[in-house]
């Protein structure tokens, strides 16, 4: 997929274009003969409607066999009535794009597509309770005058639904009548064409009138009586009856009145002129955007305004065209300049988001920040989608913008960015390239909102030097809210000095016997860190809990000495282990130091009775040898 901004568009003058046969039937391969300046490039458009049936909510078209010349080319398809839209072309296998229709239509492009033949297919979803779906295709190529300054190109009409198609080389355009095949061409109607349709002033202030001007012309062959109607943003405006003999012309001239702010666009058959309605006090600025409208070519200006209009301007004869990106970019830096920053945005938001994102970052940063601002007020998520995509393409630029934006601000879009799928890792890539006094901005505004979960994601794809420089120019309370939401690896690589926190440790544990079957457990603990905290102290024996001693505080770096009695059942082997917050009830700096054991053997007292008697016998023998003696 190539942007269609990214192409550009070629302008050539066209002195003639004869299209042959002139009444074709379908399936006949149609000759497009075009003259103009020897060597020069032309831009060759081809465009037609189907109206497609709606069958239990879907819509479907099978092309078969559609010939793409070669590059450069384009194809573009326009839905109406629809919930999304399908374009799948088969190049050895399938390859689809989808968009979601905004407001019942939907636009895919496709550019520069390798010459060959392709199936396509086009379905999707009709909006509820339609009948029908409406398709607009328009085919594009660029051919090269030959040195007699005229080319021949040659089109298939297979695939080109019965009715009307048009060709369009340069400013000329054609429209041709595909007949059945087999049958007879209907007789050639009379043709009623505009010339010189004209807006004066192009720019003008509120409250002013604009005058229009246009020339209609019969190039039939018979009588022409009809009703001349011109359209206003989409809507029905001024109405003419005109009748005139063949060749006959006759100027229409009527004032447009009442105009509110902003773009607009008029409309009578296939022409339609482009202007702006601005506040008096800007009218000096608003020549400055007339003056970059007058290099861009007319028909992107009407699709601006079909996108941006708040009413619906869509028609069968305004066209999606190319342009350079340069273009573009002055277009939307004065419109921004001249204070007409939220159609603009519209646009953006309603465009490709890879055409978006580009326009966004090329623009200059203070008007990209302006677009930014009234695009997050229109729709925060889609803004954030389209920074997202910026910052793929080119994140210098994107951190040029949002440096210049308000710190709410920025921490509302960075908010956004991370609640989409899998995207806190863009944030953390923008707050890497911002200074730290934004970095803290964002960290401390969603503390204090309790985005602490979308903080903790962040974080976890932050490098260690931020993750330390946020840690760090924490206060104690934020801190610990903070740290809470991070995973352990990431808590892992946090400078422990940085930390406000407490530290508990066992740091020996020793076990003597007290008397026969009683032993004192002394167990010594120890806050290393920085905060006090009061903690429980278990004692366990094989793992199994069997006394546990509260203590209310422990200051930091302060050393405390606990003792349990403890009564074994029975002689053998025991493990005796002491747990500093055995529950995890203590936020602390390390969890690693909070055990200690001793291996203990239990054994029996020996018995006293024979040591008793062993005595006794012993007195008694001494006691009869003094008395034999002394006998």
């Not at 309770?129 to 607009?136: C, E, F, H, K, P």
Request: glycine share 6%.
């Amino acid at each position: 997929m190539i942007s269609p901004l990214l192409t550009v568009t070629v302008q050539a003058e066209v002195s003639s274009l004869e299209v042959t046969p002139a009444s074709p039937s379908q399936g006949d391969v149609v000759t497009i003969r075009i003259s103009a300046q020897p060597e020069e490039e032309v831009a060759v458009i081809i465009s037609f409607s189907k109206t497609l049936s709606v069958v239990d909510g879907e819509y479907e078209w099978i092309l078969e066999d559609v010939l793409v010349p070669s590059t450069p080319n384009r194809v573009s398809v326009r839905a109406e009535n629809i919930e999304d839209l399908v374009v799948a072309v088969k190049i050895f296998l399938w390859i689809a794009q989808s968009v979601d229709a905004s407001e019942g239509i939907a636009i895919i492009s496709r550019s520069n597509i390798p010459k060959g033949t392709y199936d396509i297919r086009i379905r999707g979803k009709a909006v509820t309770n339609a009948s029908g779906v409406t398709l607009d295709v328009i085919a594009s190529t660029t051919v090269k005058m030959d040195s007699a300054g005229t080319y021949d190109y040659s089109y298939n009409t297979s695939n080109i639904p019965l009715g009307t198609f048009t060709v369009e080389a340069g400013s000329i355009k054609k429209t041709v009548n595909l007949n059945e095949k087999d049958s007879s061409p209907p007789p050639a109607p009379a043709e009623l064409a505009i010339r010189d349709l004209s807006v004066y002033p192009p720019v003008s202030t509120v409250g002013s009138e604009i005058r229009v001007t246009a020339m209609i012309i019969n190039t039939g062959w018979r009588l022409e009586d009809s009703v001349i109607g011109f359209s206003l943003d989409g809507e029905p405006y001024f109405e003419e009856q005109v009748s005139l003999e063949p060749g006959e012309s006759r100027y229409l001239d009527f004032r447009l009145t009442g105009l509110e702010e902003g773009w607009h666009i008029l409309t009578v058959m296939d022409s339609s002129q482009s202007f702006v309605v601005i506040p008096a006090q800007t009218e000096d600025t608003a020549s400055r955007i007339f003056e970059q409208l007058k290099g861009v070519p007319s028909e992107l200006a009407a699709n601006i305004l079909d996108n941006v209009s708040p009413k619906d301007t869509s028609n069968e004869t305004t066209r999606e065209k190319e342009l350079g990106i340069s273009e573009a970019i002055k277009v939307i830096e004065s419109a921004v300049e001249l204070g007409l920053t939220s159609p603009f945005s519209t646009l953006l938001l309603n465009m490709e988001k890879d055409q978006s994102a580009t326009l966004l970052i090329s623009v200059d940063p203070r008007g990209g920040s302006a677009l930014l601002k009234s695009m997050y007020e229109t729709a925060p998520q889609r803004c954030a989608a389209l920074v997202e995509a910026a910052t793929s393409l080119e994140i210098t630029g994107v951190v040029e913008i949002l440096d210049l934006v308000e710190t709410d601000l920025l921490s509302r879009v960075l908010l956004e960015i991370a609640r989409l799928p899998s995207t806190p890792s863009t944030v953390a890539r923008l707050l890497e390239e911002m200074s730290d006094e934004r970095v803290m901005a964002v960290a401390r505004s969603w503390i204090g909102d309790g985005h602490l979960r979308e903080l903790g994601l962040v974080l976890d794809e932050a490098p260690e030097e931020m993750l330390n420089t946020v840690t760090g120019n924490l206060e104690k309370e934020d801190q610990l809210l903070m740290l809470q939401h991070l995973l352990p690896e990431t808590f892992a690589q946090i400078d422990p000095g940085l930390l406000i926190l407490p530290d508990l440790s066992v740091i020996d544990v020793s076990v003597d016997r007290a008397a026969a079957m009683i032993y004192l457990v002394t167990v010594d603990i120890r806050n290393t860190g920085v905060e006090p905290s009061g903690v429980d102290v278990t004692l366990t024996v094989d793992g199994s809990r069997t006394d546990t001693f509260t203590v209310d505080e422990i200051l930091a770096d302060e050393g405390l000495t606990v003792e349990f009695h403890w009564e074994p059942d029975a002689v053998g082997s025991y493990r005796i282990g002491a747990v500093v917050d055995g529950d995890n009830e203590v936020f602390e700096i390390s969890e690693n130091d909070n055990t200690g054991y001793m291996d203990v053997v239990v054994e029996r007292p020996r018995s006293l009775t024979g040591i008793y008697l062993a005595a006794g016998a012993l007195v008694l023998i001494i006691a009869g040898v003094l008395y034999q003696k002394f006998k």
